[in-house]
Every structure is written in structure tokens, then in C-alpha cells.
């Protein structure tokens, strides 16, 4: 998970100072010299760290913070406000053109994750704002690309242009913008190649597509995994194509963050999105304020709160709410639940969004395995209907039988049902208003 590093000595800077009644001058500058070498673990530019520290010290002075009440809880809220800063404040989100179709054209090295990133916007804008858009696969070189964009395109079920790997991708632009104007399309994503390293030819061929196709925005599409590298693609990109935004990706991997931290400050673009998988729901808008609190272990329930709106399904969760208080929750229902949970993307991740728990080493425990969740499955699978409905009929040799039919061992299958009983058991003590069940549970 990124930050890991950054924000558990971060933390730990902080700890110190929390347990000092008073804080002396000399106290603020270790702590300083400590949240210095936690940005540069973590890979943030030397000259933004430099700046960043600048910056705190001036406040920290300026506010007095050594005499006033509380100077840990102050130092925070400073490192809070300018952490916010440094990523680019505000929450940046798409243009919207007054002309339809609004252009957004996706550039980036190859691999960095554009034709992914392509398929998730479109989705979400889809989802989200009931969009019409249209993908034009002008990525000519890597013949593969036009047909994973296809296949993309037909996953979330949208409309992709393409004419192949032999017409000038320039063309290619012009023809899909005709089209999609024909076909009243509100949105168009330019898909335009990628090399592995900056060259002329790749950056003139992008200027052309910007001067045909006048993008209300431009992305670029840079891999968090290569951390300072991703920081100087986004300086010669921007230098060549005046980009709008940044779309962060792979920021699920195991990078220090670094680039997410320095790419505002370095070429003064602000990221819009991050990707946090392979998935088409991988996608999160990115906001500063909430990765800078993220960051500090004070949790994100607002993005929690959200994440939970979009995958759990609120008429299910009525009618689970119903089958708690008629004690009928059944195996059907346990599957359901396991499915929407999966839905919302590593339980680690949203562990972390809560406050207090980012560093919690509990975390490093929570993960539940996909494989674990198959093998749920196949068990419950295996399951007749009678037996999802009613468990209670559940015999040793039903159970046996069961094991068998999922190639699972029975012990697997017991440890299933108990843990079943226990949620089942735990709802109905909710459901009467009698909260310790939970407690029970949590101790287990
Ligand atoms: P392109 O060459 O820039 O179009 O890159 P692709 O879209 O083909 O992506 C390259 C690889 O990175 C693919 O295997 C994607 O599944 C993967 N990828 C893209 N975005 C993410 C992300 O946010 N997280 C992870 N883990 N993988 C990603």
C-alpha cells in the first residue's frame, strides 16, 4: 500500500511530541529533521521537500506555535494544511466543454496505464453522469492496443473508433471526432500512443492530435511505481503538451508515494484520479485533503462513506435489514453480503480509511485472500437449495457430501458453518438492540 512508510514515521515524529507537555526550539527542529527524511524515504523531490520544510517552520513560527496551547496538535494541523498544499489543495476535477462533444485526450509512456485508465473514466462517467462517451483507439503502434481497448469497450459497454493500424493516427482523430459528432456522443477519450522513453517523433505526433482535436483536457498518464521517473515524465510531457492533469496509476502497488507527493509541486499540474487496480472500478478522484489526512493516520471517512454507497446495494441492504429481524438471514444472504464486501476492493484499503487504523499492525492481517472468498463459494455452491435456506439441516453427512462436491476439506466446510452461526447469531443479538454480540464477535 503507498505511503506505508511515509506515514507510519510521520506518526512516529509526531508521537514524540504529543508526549511533551512543552516543546522547546530544539524539539521543532529534530521533529523538522525527521518529517525532512520521512518525504525523502518516501521519494518526494528533494527541492519540494526542501520547500515543504521551508514552509512549516515559517508557520510554525509565525503562529507561535511553541507558546501557544497544545503545539503538537498545532505542528500537525500545519504539516495537515501544507501536505493538503503541496498535492495541489483544491480537488481538481474534468472539465466540462460548452460544445459536445467535451475531448479528453490520454497521453503517457506505454504501459503507464492509458488505455485502462480510458475504460475506467469512461465508466465512471457513464455511471455517474449517464454519459454517452466514445474511445478512439489512436494508439497505432502497439497493435495490441486497439484491440484491448475493444475489448475494454465491449466489457463496460462502450463505443470504440478505430480504423486499424495502418491509417495516420492524426486521421484516425479526425474521422472519430466526425463520428462521434454524428452519433451525439457528450464525451470522446483520445487513446494515443506510448513509447518506452520521451522521443520527437512521439511528442510531435501528440502535438498534432491536440491541434485537430482542441481537447478540453489533456491527461497524462504516469505509473506511481517508478516514482521519480514518473515526477520527470510529468515535467516533459508538460513541457511539450501544456497537459491539464495527472492521472496517477498502479498507486495499489507497493510505492512509496513519492510521486503522488511531488508531481503538483514540480510542474504545477494537479493529479486528477489515481488507479488502484487492474479493475474498471479501480479508479479513485483524487483529493488532496483527504490523502493528506491519509496520510497523517487521521483516516478518510468521507471516501469511506462513499465507497460504501456505490457497492453496497441499498435495496439489498433493507431486505437484509428485514431478514435480521425475522431471524431468516440464510446462506444465500452470507454469499450476497461476501460478494458486496469483495466489490468495494482489498479490505486493507479500507481498513486504512479509518482513522486510527492505517498503522494499526492488526491491518497487516485483515486482507482477505480472493482465493479464500473462491473457496466460500464452492462451498456454498455445493450447498442444495434446502440446505442455503435451512442450515440447521446440515448433517455430518451432508457435510460430507458437500466437502466432496467443492473438493474442499470438511474441516473447511465446519469452519464455514460456524462462522455462518456466529454472523447469524451476532445479527439477531444487533437486530434486539444488543450491541455486546458485536463485542463477542470482535473478540474472537
Ligand atoms: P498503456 O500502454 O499505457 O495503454 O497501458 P495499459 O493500459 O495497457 O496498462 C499496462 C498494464 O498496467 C496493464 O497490465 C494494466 O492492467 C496495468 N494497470 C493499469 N492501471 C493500473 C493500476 O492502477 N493498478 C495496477 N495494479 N495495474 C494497472
Given amino acids: 500500500m503507498a505511503f506505508e512508510g511515509l506515514s507510519s514515521k510521520l506518526q512516529e515524529a509526531f508521537r514524540k511530541l504529543r508526549g511533551k507537555g512543552q516543546i522547546t526550539e530544539a524539539d521543532l527542529r529534530s521533529t523538522m529533521r525527521e518529517i525532512r527524511l520521512a518525504l525523502l524515504d518516501a521519494d518526494v523531490n528533494f527541492t519540494v521537500v526542501r520547500d515543504f520544510v521551508k514552509k512549516v517552520q515559517a508557520k510554525a513560527k509565525g503562529e507561535n506555535v511553541l507558546e501557544g496551547l497544545n503545539p503538537g496538535q498545532q505542528i500537525i494541523k500545519i504539516v495537515d494544511d501544507e501536505l493538503t498544499e503541496m498535492m495541489g489543495g483544491e480537488t481538481t476535477t474534468l472539465k466540462k466543454s460548452n460544445k459536445i462533444p467535451t475531448i479528453i485526450m490520454m497521453a503517457g509512456l506505454q504501459g503507464a496505464g492509458k488505455t485502462t485508465t480510458v475504460g475506467k473514466l469512461a465508466k465512471m462517467l457513464k455511471e455517474d453522469d449517464n454519459a454517452r462517451p466514445l474511445m478512439i483507439a489512436a494508439d497505432v503502434y502497439r497493435p495490441a492496443a486497439i484491440e484491448q481497448l475493444q ?10 473508433f478505430e480504423e486499424g493500424t495502418e491509417v495516420n493516427p492524426v486521421k484516425i482523430v479526425e474521422d472519430g471526432l466526425k463520428v462521434a459528432k454524428e452519433n451525439h456522443n457528450d464525451y470522446v477519450f483520445i487513446d494515443t500512443a506510448g513509447r518506452l522513453q520521451i522521443d520527437e517523433k512521439l511528442m510531435n505526433e501528440l502535438k498534432e492530435i491536440k491541434e485537430v482535436a482542441k481537447p478540453t483536457d489533456i491527461l497524462l498518464v504516469v505509473d506511481a511505481m517508478t516514482g521519480q521517473n514518473a515526477v520527470n515524465m510529468a515535467e516533459g510531457f508538460n513541457e511539450a503538451l501544456d497537459i491539464t492533469g495527472v492521472v496517477l496509476t498502479k498507486l495499489d502497488g507497493d510505492t512509496r508515494g513519492g510521486a ?7 510542474t504545477g499540474k494537479p493529479i486528477l484520479f489515481t488507479g488502484q487496480g487492474e479493475k474498471m ?5 483524487f483529493h488532496p485533503d483527504r490523502m493528506a489526512s491519509r496520510i497523517l493516520g487521521m483516516g478518510d471517512v ?3 462513506v462513499e465507497k460504501t454507497k456505490k457497492n453496497i446495494d441499498e435495496k439489498k441492504s433493507m431486505e437484509l435489514a428485514e431478514k435480521m429481524k425475522e431471524n431468516t438471514f440464510n446462506f444465500d444472504d452470507f454469499l450476497d453480503q461476501l460478494q458486496q464486501i469483495q466489490n468495494m476492493g482489498p479490505l486493507k484499503n479500507l481498513m486504512a480509511m479509518i482513522p486510527g487504523m492505517a498503522n494499526n499492525p492488526a491491518l497487516q492481517n485483515v486482507d482477505m485472500d480472493p482465493k479464500d472468498l473462491d473457496r466460500i463459494k464452492a ?3 455445493s450447498m442444495t437449495n434446502e ?13 460430507r457430501r458437500i466437502a466432496k462436491g467443492s473438493a474442499q476439506p470438511i474441516q473447511s466446510v465446519n469452519r464455514l458453518i460456524k462462522q455462518f452461526n456466529q454472523m447469524k447469531k451476532m445479527m439477531n443479538q444487533i437486530s ?5 454480540g458485536m463485542e463477542n464477535m470482535m473478540q474472537q
Fill in 302 to 304: 468521507l471516501s469511506l
Fill in 151 to 160: 475489448q475494454i469497450g465491449k466489457q463496460i459497454d462502450v463505443p470504440v
Fill in 281 to 285: 472500478d479501480n479508479l479513485d478522484v
Fill in 387 to 399: 440446505e442455503r435456506e435451512n442450515p440447521d439441516v446440515l448433517n455430518p453427512s451432508r457435510r
Fill in 379 to 381: 462451498i456454498i455452491y
Fill in 260 to 266: 503522488a507527493l511531488s508531481i503538483k509541486a514540480v
Fill in 432 to 436: 434486539n438492540g444488543n450491541m455486546s
